[in-house]
Structures are given as C-alpha cells and as structure tokens.
T-cell receptor, first 115, second 108 residues
Framework: EAGVVQSPRYKIIEKKQPVAFWCNPI?????LYWYLQNLGQGPELLIR????????DSQLPKDRFSAERLKGVDSTLKIQPAELGDSAVYLC?????????????FGPGTRLTVL | DAKTTQPPSMDCAEGRAANLPCNHS???????VYWYRQIHSQGPQYIIH???NNETNEMASLIITEDRKSSTLILPHATLRDTAVYYC?????????FGQGTTLQVKP
C-alpha cells in the first residue's frame, strides 16, 4: 500500500515569493492534516479536513496561508507571500476516522527554506 | 499546549529494553494515549495507543497506570534503528498535540 505522498521534498525560495505544497493521502482516508514542524519542535497542526470540509483551521495564519482539498482527495497548501520565519518542514498526514481514534499516517514532509 | 510531560533525552544499550516514561496527569476519561516516533528527516510514525488497558503490538508495549496519570512505552529489544524522537500524546478531539518528545539514543 502506498503511503502519504508529498511533493516537492525540498523547496528554496526568496522571501515574498509564493510557494505551494502538494499532498496525496492514502487511498480511502477521509481525513487529511497539514502540520508545521520547526527545527527541534514537535509538529503543530495547521488545518484538518474531513472529506472536502476544513473542520479545524484555527491555527492556520489566514493572511498568507491557504489550503484546499478538492474532491476530498489531494490537497494543496499555499503560502503567499513567504516570510523568513516560514522556513520549516511542512507535513501532511491522513487517517480514516470511522471511529474517531484513527491512526494518522504521515508523509515525509516538504522542507521549505526561505532566503 | 501538550498535555504530556516527557524527559528530553534517554540512552539505551542495544539489545536491552527501552522504557520511555510519560506523565499525563490531566487526562480525561475518554482521552487516549498515543505514541509516535520520528526518525531523523522522516515524518512521525505511529507506534501504539491505548485507553485503559495495557497494549502490545509488534513494535512495542504500552503500560498505562491504573489512575491513567502516566504511562510507559517499552521497546523490548532496542536496536540502533530505534534511535528517534518519541512523542507521547493525549489525543484531544481528533487533534494530535505534539510536545517536544524524548530523544532516545540507542548505543552499541
């Protein structure tokens, strides 16, 4: 079974430029998560989707960050414009939340460097 | 904020059992304890979870105290590949709130 796929794995951009990350979850998983992980810290949730609906985006900085999950499958996370402090690893995870205690499967992440 | 407290680092000899403690004194009755680990440059990997009873799978065992205020993850025979950051998480309304975890260094 294929795991969570993320691309690109690495991205280097200059500040004020836009950037987008893509995630393909495990087939059949209805819930998708985007996390931000700063160096030496645990991942922090940015947004959680159940199917197409964003059910928790309270930690997403909406002035520059946006996300979408078209057709309840793939998802894209965008930053526009990027700032130096956005340098981090962006992780995507998915789960099947049939019982509410589903195991989350994480992708390898996209490491963003903003210069 | 994370609801758990873990030691920042631990060492373990290869082949020995690694016992990773976690305090979660404010856990509520319907919250599960989850353990994930993160090997360098990879995404977190699920290990095990439990509610009240002790749990065991092919990776590890989870021992939860009777009052549920603490738990211990046991890796029975640690290998060098078990070197990672281990996160103990009390799951809150579908959300995993990670703390800083315990960095486990398995030494030959």
């Amino acid at each position: 079974e294929a795991g969570v796929v993320q691309s690109p794995r690495y991205k280097i951009i200059e500040k004020k430029q836009p950037v987008a990350f893509w995630c393909n979850p495990i087939s059949g998983h209805n819930t998708l998560y985007w996390y931000l992980q700063n160096l030496g810290q645990g991942p922090e949730l940015l947004i959680r989707y159940e199917n197409e609906e964003a059910v928790d985006d309270s930690q997403l900085p909406k002035d520059r960050f946006s996300a979408e999950r078209l057709k309840g499958v793939d998802s894209t996370l965008k930053i526009q414009p990027a700032e130096l402090g956005d340098s981090a690893v962006y992780l995507c995870a998915s789960s099947f939340e049939g019982t509410g205690v589903g195991e989350q499967f994480f992708g390898p992440g996209t490491r963003l460097t903003v210069l | 904020d994370a609801k758990t407290t873990q030691p920042p680092s631990m060492d373990c000899a290869e082949g020995r059992a690694a016992n990773l403690p976690c305090n979660h004194s404010t856990i509520s009755g319907n919250e599960y304890v989850y353990w994930y680990r993160q090997i360098h440059s990879q995404g977190p990997q699920y290990i095990i979870h439990g509610l009240k009873n002790n749990e065991t799978n092919e990776m590890a065992s989870l021992i939860i105290t009777e009052d549920r205020k603490s738990s211990t993850l046991i890796l029975p025979h640690a290998t060098l590949r078990d070197t990672a950051v281990y996160y103990c998480i009390v799951r809150d309304t579908g959300k995993l709130i990670f703390g800083q975890g315990t960095t486990l260094q398995v030494k030959p």
